[in-house]
Every structure is written in structure tokens, then in C-alpha cells.
């Protein structure tokens, strides 16, 4: 560990939030010399006083650790691009356009990593005047279902939440080419082209 990167980043954290030293030191029952020398490098905060810190500045320790925070770049729009990520306790189901630093239920989520659906799991997709009609023989039990279907454009991504014992049929609008993806936790994320 670096301590004057560590110390720096603490320093631009402070600052960001506007607290002095002082009461920064008074949020974690710690003295501003103690702030101060960490500040300059000098010394590092004590392992037990991370998760304070981390909460007061509102990011990972890991980060806080590593010294510096590395702000995304902004990425132009092609939504095709967005990655997927998918609690395994809860089901929480959170989408980014980037790769971003995740957790739920206490525990780092990685995304997931699509791959193209074989015959055998394809959803079936009929194109009718008005749009799209998605269906799927996937048992739909409370083991193994499709938990969200996504429809993804150039410049669109449309969500639907699903839930097991209810029946896999949805009708969307009229939509340009794109894929449509899918998430079971039997089968991943898997993606058909439409």
C-alpha cells in the first residue's frame, strides 16, 4: 500500500465532502493529528476505522486501499454494450453501461458474461403487425425460471421482470434490429439475434 496515494485520496475525499479535519476526525471518534498524518502520508488509518471511513466518503474500501478512484469514461450510445448483473440470494437484477463495482447481499457481483442461445434454448419470436411475441417452453418453477427478459437496440434497452409460475408470453411494440437476452440462473445470460 502506497501511503501518500492513500493519503491523497483521503485529502481530495475530505474535501469533496467539505469537512475540515477536524470534523472528519469527530465523525470517526479519531484526533485531526491523526487526519492530518495520514493526509501527509505519513501513516495509514487503522484497519478497524475502514468501514467508517468508507461510509463517510461513500466508497469501497478496496478503492480507498488501492489510493485512487478512476472516474469512467462517458460512453456514447450503444446500448448494446450494457452489461448485466444478477443477485444470487435476492434476484436483484442492476444493468450499467460499463463495467462498475457492484454488491447486494453483501457480496461483489461480477457481470455476466452473454452467450448465444442454441437451437434447444432459443425463445420463440414472432414478428405480428404490431410488434413482437416472445414465448418460451422454459419451465417456469420457483428453481429454474427466466428471471428478466431484455430487448436491446442501438439506442433502447427494454426490460421486462419475470417471475416464476406465471407463463413466459409478452408482447413488445414495434421495435428496430437488436437482440433480445435472457437470464436463468440454469442456463446464464444468453442472447438471440431479432
Given at each position: 500500500m502506497d501511503?501518500?496515494k492513500?493519503?491523497?485520496?483521503?485529502?481530495?475525499?475530505?474535501?469533496?465532502?467539505?469537512?475540515t479535519q477536524?470534523q472528519?476526525a469527530?465523525r470517526?471518534n479519531?484526533s485531526?493529528?491523526?487526519?492530518?498524518k495520514?493526509?501527509r502520508g505519513?501513516g495509514?488509518?487503522?484497519?478497524?476505522?475502514?468501514?467508517?471511513?468508507?461510509k463517510?466518503?461513500g466508497v469501497?474500501?478496496?478503492k480507498?486501499l488501492?489510493?485512487?478512484?478512476?472516474n469512467g469514461?462517458?460512453?456514447?450510445?450503444?446500448?448494446k454494450?450494457?452489461?448485466?448483473?444478477?443477485?444470487p440470494?435476492?434476484?436483484?437484477?442492476i444493468t450499467s453501461?460499463?463495467?462498475?463495482s457492484?454488491?447486494?447481499?453483501?457480496?461483489?457481483?461480477?457481470?455476466?458474461v452473454?452467450r448465444?442461445?442454441?437451437?434447444?434454448?432459443?425463445l420463440?419470436?414472432?414478428?405480428g403487425?404490431?410488434?413482437y411475441?416472445l414465448t418460451?417452453?422454459?419451465p417456469m418453477?420457483?428453481?429454474?425460471?427466466?428471471s428478466f427478459?431484455?430487448i436491446v437496440t442501438?439506442?433502447?434497452?427494454h426490460l421486462?421482470?419475470?417471475?416464476?409460475e406465471?407463463?413466459?408470453q409478452y408482447?413488445?411494440s414495434?421495435?428496430?434490429?437488436?437482440?433480445?437476452?435472457?437470464?436463468s440462473?440454469s442456463k446464464?445470460?444468453?442472447?438471440?439475434k431479432?
Open positions: 501511503n501518500e492513500i493519503g491523497a485520496l483521503i485529502l481530495s475525499l475530505r474535501k469533496e465532502k467539505g469537512l477536524k472528519l469527530e470517526l479519531i485531526d493529528k491523526t487526519v492530518s495520514w493526509e505519513q495509514l488509518p487503522d484497519i478497524s476505522l475502514m468501514p467508517k471511513i468508507s463517510v466518503f469501497d474500501i478496496e480507498i488501492e489510493g485512487e478512484i478512476k469514461e462517458f460512453i456514447v450510445g450503444n446500448m454494450k450494457t452489461k448485466y448483473y444478477v443477485c440470494y435476492c434476484g436483484n437484477i453501461i460499463k463495467d462498475i457492484v454488491s447486494c447481499c453483501g457480496r461483489r457481483l461480477e457481470s455476466l452473454p448465444e442461445a442454441g437451437k434447444s434454448e432459443m420463440d419470436i414472432l414478428k403487425d404490431s410488434g411475441y418460451s417452453d422454459h418453477t420457483k428453481d429454474d425460471y427466466i427478459i431484455a442501438e439506442d433502447r434497452h421486462i421482470k419475470a417471475y416464476p406465471w407463463n413466459l408482447h413488445i414495434c421495435f428496430e434490429k437488436g437482440i433480445v437476452m435472457w437470464y440462473d446464464g445470460l444468453l442472447y438471440q431479432i
